[in-house]
T-cell receptor
């Protein structure tokens, strides 16, 4: 079973920031927080991951709560190409099942 | 391009038939994961292999089986196909760094 909960859907206006929340209250100390996104008719693609500290890359930023029970994926300026389903998952190198929940379907309004 | 290759991209077959889906992981990746995604559904974890050995099983039906070969490519065999097996089947690989690389999927249609 998925260990994360996310809103089913969110909307954003184009060129505005988007904050996608994820709750993972049962996270263990060795779980990494990973985000993936799936564009229509494509396989999921990796976006970003982190353990404790906030992370930035060319695609997005990941803000992790101090207690690690929640995190937020931040898209700084949403574009129409960012319309996708975003998945937040927990990953351990020793944990073999990588389970995806339903994710958040992000719509971007022009 | 993720570096993960899946064939065939599309497959149409009839109920009761058997098909084999193939996955070539990225060079050097030892783990292969299989997922099923039905229309408007999420990704259902089926099975994982690591360096030729089955590592984890998810909601994989008994009619389905998989294996990973010495060259690390993997095959997912689906038999006695039913209409409900129509779905996208994704393969992913990783190198224990956590980041999964997904193929473009094999779209199976059972008529």
């Amino acid at each position: 079973d998925a260990k994360t909960t996310q809103p089913n859907s969110m909307e954003s206006n184009e060129e505005e920031p988007v904050h996608l929340p994820c709750n993972h209250s049962t996270i263990s100390g060795t779980d990494y927080i990973h985000w993936y996104r799936q564009l229509p008719s494509q396989g999921p693609e990796y976006v970003i991951h982190g353990l404790t500290s906030n992370v930035n890359n060319r695609m997005a930023s990941l803000a992790i709560a101090e207690d690690r029970k929640s995190s937020t994926l931040i898209l700084h300026r949403a574009t129409l190409r960012d319309a996708a389903v975003y998945y937040c998952i927990l990953y351990q190198t020793s944990y073999d099942k990588v389970i995806f929940g339903p994710g958040t379907s992000l719509s971007v309004i022009p | 391009d993720s570096g993960v290759t899946q064939t065939p991209k599309h497959l149409i077959t009839a109920t009761g038939q058997r098909v084999t889906l193939r996955c070539s992981p990225r060079s050097g990746d030892l783990s292969v994961y299989w997922y099923q995604q039905s229309l408007d559904q999420g990704l259902q974890f089926l099975i994982q292999y690591y360096n030729g050995e089955e590592r984890a099983k998810g909601n994989i039906l008994e009619r389905f089986s998989a294996q990973q070969f010495p060259d690390l490519h993997s095959e997912l065999n689906l038999s006695s196909l039913e209409l409900g097996d129509s779905a996208l089947y994704f393969c992913a690989s990783n190198r224990n760094t956590g980041e999964l690389f997904f193929g473009e999927g094999s779209r199976l249609t059972v008529l």
